[in-house]
């Protein structure tokens, strides 16, 4: 510390002392004592009065601006040309100091500038210039003011680094104030410094917000100025902050890394836990195709593969009882169209019809028909999806019997869009929502009501909807029928809607189906939704010619 505040001091006179050269040259320069002594000078004197400054602020690039002051306190020349202002404080102290000391240079310290109202503060440098000369009675005394950038004094500072990383070096004046600092200090600290310095302590330790320093100064005699390097003490002793470092350090990275170990062992066993439980949740809704990845050969390894297997199992066991069922349908389908025989019935209610045209019982005809071309399309073909069309007519003679049936009770409307009529559809698919829009929406109607069928595409997808204005339901008995019809079994008088839901899931997958709305006194909306597919036009002409089941 010592060595550093010594070195720092040296630099600084030796600096010093380069300006006061420069400033007696000045002083014994023959234009500047004529300037001084109110002569008029010619303008060849003038631009040598400026060379001359010019030179001087070349080599000492830190000047920041020089002024000459005659006898009578009056401003005869400044470097940097200004507008009037004055500081008068200044330029009292100045010519003050002048006259204490005629024999030598004073600084200052740090201040206002002389000649500008603003700008940053400046080091000031005062010397008096003693002029000889007829008008002045064997001699007028003149001032030349040397203003310096302090920032000349922080590059002192950067050029005398210490060895403690965290030590403050700092330049006083006279008054007290900080020419430069490597830190920011603050004035109560710097106060308490300086008494101990004016008792004559040059080396001392201090005690500053809970911390213990060690505070070296040195007095500048040439400028009158203190310079002071403070260290912490602990920087004396690095060896134990050092080692309470290191230590804090490792306890620091030791629990950093039984941190990442605990994680990566709770992540280890965990995740593949994670998984199965994702799994279970999705066999919940159904999905029995799931299958969980993992190929690790612990414990868990072994618990996801026999989960796997087990999901496998079910998936095969649930189509096989699935296909059992469909198989025993159609076995029971088959051994009624074994015993009938379709087209002897069909033809035999022909005739019936004929014969009750006959007598003009037309109704009762249209009614005959109507049942000839149900028994004919329930039986006709093993075909699972049929187009849309054919449905559509096999709702119209189902319809054509209900109509007879409740007589102005029921109103029928539909509205197919034309393109809907070549997409497939499971076989009886809208026979019983529509026999349920009737039991349940028409018949408990005093008056009857409407029923109204509707076929659109949106977004690639079919929706079919069946349509009532009857009663309704209250939200209480919506969720039992939704519930009844989503679950594997329910309530007896929802197996129609129950089956018709399962066959849709079960034919294009479990996110086509049914859905239910209904709104108390207002009716009842049952929307089917499935896959828009199509037949080819070939397969679209050839429905068309044959829509009549002959």
């Known amino acids: 510390m010592a060595d550093t505040i010594n070195r720092i001091d040296i630099d600084i006179n030796t600096w010093v002392l380069q300006v006061v050269r420069l400033a007696e040259n000045t002083s014994e320069n023959q234009a500047v004592m004529e300037l001084l002594e109110n002569k008029m ?28 002051i005659d006898g009578d306190g009056q401003i005869r020349y400044s470097y940097v040309p200004y507008e009037g202002y004055v500081d008068k404080e200044r330029l ?23 000649c500008r109202e603003a700008g940053e503060d ?41 060895m403690f990383p965290n030590q403050y070096t700092l330049i006083v004046d006279r008054n007290g104030d900080i020419i430069s600092t490597n830190k920011k200090v603050g004035h109560t600290w710097l ?22 320093y ?124 074994a015993q009938i025989n379709p087209h002897f019935l069909y033809n035999t209610l022909d005739s019936i019809s004929w014969m009750l045209m006959d007598i003009g019982a037309d109704d009762i005809s249209d009614v005959v028909v109507s049942l000839g071309d149900i028994l004919k399309y329930s039986i006709h073909g093993k075909d699972v999806l ?58 408990p109607m005093k008056d009857g009501g409407r029923v109204r069928i509707t076929a659109g595409l949106e977004q690639q997808n079919l929706l079919i909807t069946i349509e009532d204005n009857g009663p309704g339901m209250a939200p209480e008995e919506l969720e039992q029928c939704r519930a009844a019809v989503y679950s594997e079994s329910g309530a007896t008088d929802s197996i129609g809607m129950r089956n018709v839901h399962r066959r849709l899931c079960l034919h294009f997958g479990k996110e086509y189906g049914l859905a239910i709305e209904s709104r108390h006194q207002e009716g009842t909306i049952v929307t089917l939704r499935m896959p828009g597919t199509r037949l080819s036009a070939e397969q679209e002409q050839e429905t068309d010619g044959h829509s009549d089941c002959g």
């Open 214 to 337: 060690y505070v070296c100064g040195q007095y500048n005699g040439v400028t009158g100025w203190k310079t002071f390097s403070i260290v912490s003490l602990n920087d004396f002793f690095p060896q134990a902050s050092e080692l309470q470092r290191a230590v804090f350090t490792m306890v620091a990275v030791a629990v950093l890394l039984a941190a990442v170990v605990i994680l990566l062992i709770s992540y280890t066993f965990t995740r593949p836990i994670g998984k199965l439980m994702t799994a279970m949740k999705e066999i919940e809704k159904g999905d029995f195709k799931i299958q969980v990845v993992n190929k690790s050969r612990d414990e868990i390894g072994r618990l996801t593969e026999s989960f796997n297997f087990m999901v496998s199992k079910i998936d095969h066991l649930v189509k096989e009882v699935y296909q059992e069922k469909i198989a025993q349908k159609n076995a029971e389908l088959e051994a009624l169209q």
């Open 122 to 162: 400046v080091v000031t440098m005062v010397r008096a210039v003693n002029a000889q000369g007829e008008g002045n009675n064997g001699g007028a005394e003149g001032i030349l003011v040397i203003e310096l950038n302090p920032d000349i004094f922080s590059g002192l500072l950067l050029n005398n680094h210490s």
């Open 191 to 212: 106060d308490e410094i300086e008494d101990r310095f004016r008792q004559g302590i040059r080396k001392f330790e201090l005690r500053w917000e809970g911390k213990d």
């Open 386 to 443: 049929v187009p849309l069309n054919e449905e559509v007519q096999y709702i119209e003679s189902y319809l054509c019997i209900q109509k007879n049936r409740l007589e102005d009770r029921l109103c029928t409307s539909m509205e197919i869009q034309k393109e809907t009529r070549a997409c497939m559809v499971p076989k009886l698919i809208l026979q019983p929502m529509v026999e349920n829009a009737i039991l349940h929406g028409i018949e």
């Open 41 to 68: 000078i010619t303008k060849q004197q003038r631009n040598y009065i400026d060379e001359w400054f010019d030179n001087f602020a070349q080599v000492f690039v830190a000047v920041s601006d020089i002024h000459m």
């Open 92 to 114: 009292k102290a100045c010519t003050q100091e002048a006259a204490d000391r005629p024999d030598r240079e004073t600084w200052l310290g740090i201040g206002r500038p002389l």
